[in-house]
C-alpha cells in the first residue's frame, strides 16, 4: 500500500541524509563554478521529458535525478558572481532555518494553524518598524515578494480613500466608484503597472511624471495631488539604483494629501544602513512600503514584505471571512495578505535578520555598495561607459554602440565567469549589473571586469 511506503520513506534517515549531502555537494562548488549552465547541462533537462509512471517511485531514485540533471541546469545564483538581476544570495542561518521549517510545513494563516509563525511575525514586523525608522503604528504582511506587496499596499490605500469617500468596495466593487488618480514617476517598475491593472485602475488612467537623467521623480513636475490621489515613489530605480526625493516630496504634500507608497523592492534596507540611510531619509512620510527580502536582504525565496501605517485599511482591503475562521486574540497572519494558505516564510526572514544582527546587516549592504563602485571604477579604468551614477548597487555598462555592447554582452553570458542581463537607457541597448549577494568579493569583482575585457576583445577581433 502507498501508505506503508510513504510511512516508511518518512521514517528512512537515508532519504534525508541523501538530500543533505547532495545539497551540501551543490554548496561546495557553487562558488566557483560557471554561473550559468552550460550546453552538456541545459540538454540533460530532456531526462524529465517522460510520462508519469504507474507504480511508486523511491525518493532517493528522485533524488539522485535532481542531483545528477537537475543542479548542473540551475543558475549560480547562490555565488558571488550572479549580476543578471536583482537577486540576493542566501545567508547560511536563512537556509538553514528554511530547511527546518519545511520539515514542519506550517500554514501560517492563522495563529491556531502555527503558534511559532504567528510569533515571529509578530517580532520581525517590531524589527523592521525600527530598522528603517517607520511608525509605531506600521503593520507587515509577509507575502511571496514585492510584486505582491505592492499589490497589498496599493489595495490598502484604494480600500482607505473609498472609505472616506462612504464607498465599500469590498461590497459595491468599483463600477459607479469615485474616481482614484494614480501618480507615479515614467520610470516606475513594472510590477506597479501590473498591480494597477488587477486593482481596475487601468494602465492607460496612470499619470507618469517626468524623471531625471538618474530616473529619479522630478518633484516639481508632480500635479497638483489631494486626498483622492495614490502617489508611487521608489527606493532603488531598477536599472540605475537612484532614489526619489522622499523628505521634499512626502513634505510638499503632507498630512490630509495622497496616499504615498514607496517601492522599496531592494532599495529599502539602505534605511538600516548609517552611510546609506541618506538614500531614505523622509519614508517614514510615506503610508506604506514594499520590499524584497529574497534581494538585498538575502533570504531565501521567496519573500516579500508589506508595511503599512494604517493597519486597518490594509486588513479592510485584504479582509476574508467564513464559519469556520475564528480569529485569535493572537496575530493571524491572514489579516494582512490576500492569501489564505502560506508557507512559513517568516521563519528564514527573521533567522536572516536573528544571524545578521545590526551590525551584520549593515556591513552586508554597505559591502554591495562599495563593490558596485568597485566595479564601476574598474570597468571605467578598462574604458567602458558608465551611464549612471552609482547610487547604490546598480552599474549600467556601455561600449561604443548598442550593438556592440550585446554582443559583449552575449559573449560574457557564453564565457560563464559571471552573468549580467540587459535593459534600455535613455534609447540605449546597455548592460545591468546587479550587485546583491553577501558572497561577492573583491576577487569576484576583478574576475568579472577581466571578462568584460575578454568578450570585448573576441568581439573587437571578429569585426
Known sequence: MIQDQLFSEMRDETVFELSKKYGLEYVEEIFERKVFPDKKALDGLSVFEEPLQENFCTSAEILDKLHKYGAPAS???????????????????????????????????????????????????????????????????????????????LAAARYRILERKNWDVNKKGLHGAPRIRLVTGDQVHATVIKAAALLGFGTDNIEFVET???????????????????????????????????????????????????????????????????????????????????KTLNTPYDNGIILCRDGEALVGALRMSGAYIRRSEQRDGILYTPAMSRRARIIELWATLKSLGREGLSEMIYGMHQQAKQFARELKAAHFEIPNEVHFNQILVFYQDSET???????????????????????????????????????DISLSVASFIEAREIILNDE
Not at 98 to 114: C, E, H, I, P, V
Request: charge should be negative; include cysteine.
Open 405 to 443: 555592447t550585446m554582443a559583449i554582452l552575449k559573449k560574457i553570458q557564453e564565457l560563464g565567469v559571471c552573468w549580467c542581463g540587459n535593459t534600455k537607457w535613455k534609447g540605449k541597448d546597455v548592460i545591468r549589473i546587479s550587485v546583491c549577494s553577501w558572497a561577492t568579493t573583491g576577487r
Open 212 to 294: 531625471d537623467e538618474q530616473g529619479r521623480i522630478i518633484p516639481e513636475k508632480i500635479p497638483g495631488l489631494d486626498e483622492n490621489t495614490i502617489l508611487v515613489l521608489q527606493a532603488g530605480n531598477v536599472n540605475t539604483g537612484s532614489f526619489d526625493d522622499f523628505k521634499t516630496i512626502c513634505r510638499t504634500f503632507g498630512p490630509g494629501g495622497p496616499w504615498i507608497h514607496i517601492d522599496g523592492a531592494f532599495g529599502l534596507p539602505c534605511g538600516a544602513v548609517k552611510e546609506l540611510r541618506h538614500l531614505t531619509e523622509g519614508i517614514e512620510l510615506a503610508d506604506s512600503w514594499s520590499f524584497d527580502g529574497h
Open 75 to 153: 543558475v549560480a545564483q547562490l555565488g558571488g558572481r550572479y549580476f543578471g538581476f536583482v537577486d540576493g544570495s542566501v545567508v547560511p542561518a536563512g537556509l538553514a532555518a528554511r530547511l527546518l521549517s519545511d520539515f514542519w510545513d506550517q500554514n501560517t494563516a492563522m495563529y491556531a494553524m502555527s503558534p511559532v509563525a504567528s510569533k515571529l511575525e509578530e517580532v520581525v514586523e517590531s524589527w523592521l518598524r525600527e530598522l528603517f525608522g517607520l511608525p509605531e503604528s506600521t503593520k507587515a504582511g509577509f507575502v511571496s515578494g514585492s510584486s505582491m506587496a505592492t499589490f497589498c499596499g
